[in-house]
């Protein structure tokens, strides 16, 4: 495994891993529910390939991610990197909005630090900027949980331009999570040369578009009824063929290459920036194993004009969420 730094000398696998899919049920469901006892295997396996770079939240589930997690790490804790998120409200396990006031922030600070079993969350995210709270006050309560040696780096995910250099004024931002693949690519007008100027590493999420950039969802067919992505507009039926010519393009380098397609999606994050370091959501150690060699893949200077060149940033059809979505995002 190679290593990268993200902002403020935290250093991580250039591979993380998204955690969320491994979830038994829950709220977030992509080609079924994980397995458990899969799911802590997966994070083993990770480990024993050099992953330190692993992703949870407590919306996840909720809750039962962070658990899982924290299953799978103990006594395995020492030279990882644990990212969790706060920022949403909640009765009981149901989700009731976005929350960022300081006495929600410290009630799931608390509450995460419980299911991870850890005494120090390494990177803390708000997973959605709260637009009734000032960013000011919310990093403000994030870097008291610094002082008090609960956090020991902040990140944002989903935030704007504006909002980063807010936020980075108040305490030093170490990251920004942000949906970013060969069919997102909305953060390179602003967000991503913002955090380039100021440090800021970045952490691609859903880097393999949900699913759909490794080729293997030939049709809708292929989804279960209950799976998240049958309300994702990329994956309507208006806009799953002409999305298909995106996949082609990455299948035509990755045949040459004789890599997978989901390697060839994450080495090109990996090439546009030495501070990227995507976060594949995995629930397999079949699904890992392919993605972690993405870190050994380098991409020439002709295949990435190539794949610039057949996918431009406008080429895909749909907007990443429905509208609901589409209001929490990049504030």
Not at 13 to 28: D, H, K, L, R, T
Not at 81 to 107: H, L, M, Q, W, Y
Request: one cysteine or more; proline letters at 4%.
């Amino acid at each position: 495994m190679k290593y990268r730094t993200l902002g403020q000398g935290l250093e991580v696998s250039a591979i993380g891993i998204g955690c969320m899919p491994m979830v038994s049920g829950g709220n977030i469901n992509y080609g079924g529910g994980g397995d458990a006892g899969e799911g802590v295997a997966t994070i083993h396996r990770a480990i024993e390939l050099g992953v330190t770079f692993f992703d949870t939240a407590e919306i996840y589930g909720p809750f039962q991610n962070e658990e899982l997690v924290g299953e799978a790490i103990r006594g395995k804790r020492d030279g990882l990197v644990i990212a969790t998120k706060f920022g949403f409200r909640f009765e009981g396990d149901r989700i009731t909005g976005v929350d960022s006031s300081p006495a929600n922030i410290r009630r799931a600070c608390e509450g995460s630090l419980k299911r991870l079993g850890i005494d120090t969350i390494d990177l803390y995210y708000q997973h959605r900027v709260d637009p009734n709270v000032p960013i000011e006050e919310t990093v403000g309560t994030m870097a008291a949980l610094v002082k008090e040696g609960k956090v020991r780096h902040l990140g944002l995910s989903e935030a704007g331009a504006q909002t980063i250099r807010r936020a980075h004024a108040v305490h030093p931002i170490t990251a920004l999570q942000s949906e970013y693949s060969l069919w997102e690519r909305g953060v390179e007008d602003d967000m991503l040369p913002t955090c380039r100027e100021l440090g800021i590493g970045f952490v691609p999420y859903s880097p393999l578009g949900r699913g759909f950039l490794t080729g293997q969802i030939k049709s809708r067919a292929d989804l279960p009824a209950d799976d998240w992505r049958q309300n994702d507009p990329r994956y309507s039926e208006e806009n799953f063929g002409a999305n298909l010519k995106i996949v082609d393009a990455i299948r035509a380098v990755a045949e040459r290459k004789g890599v997978s397609l989901a390697q060839i999606a994450l080495a090109w994050l990996l090439a546009q920036d030495a501070h990227i370091v995507p976060i594949p959501g995995v629930k397999r150690r079949a699904t890992l194993e392919d993605s972690v060699k993405a870190a050994d893949v380098e991409l020439s200077a002709s295949e990435l004009d190539e794949l610039e060149a057949a996918i431009p940033a406008d080429a895909v059809q749909g907007l990443r969420y429905r509208e609901q979505g589409m209001r929490m995002v990049r504030l």
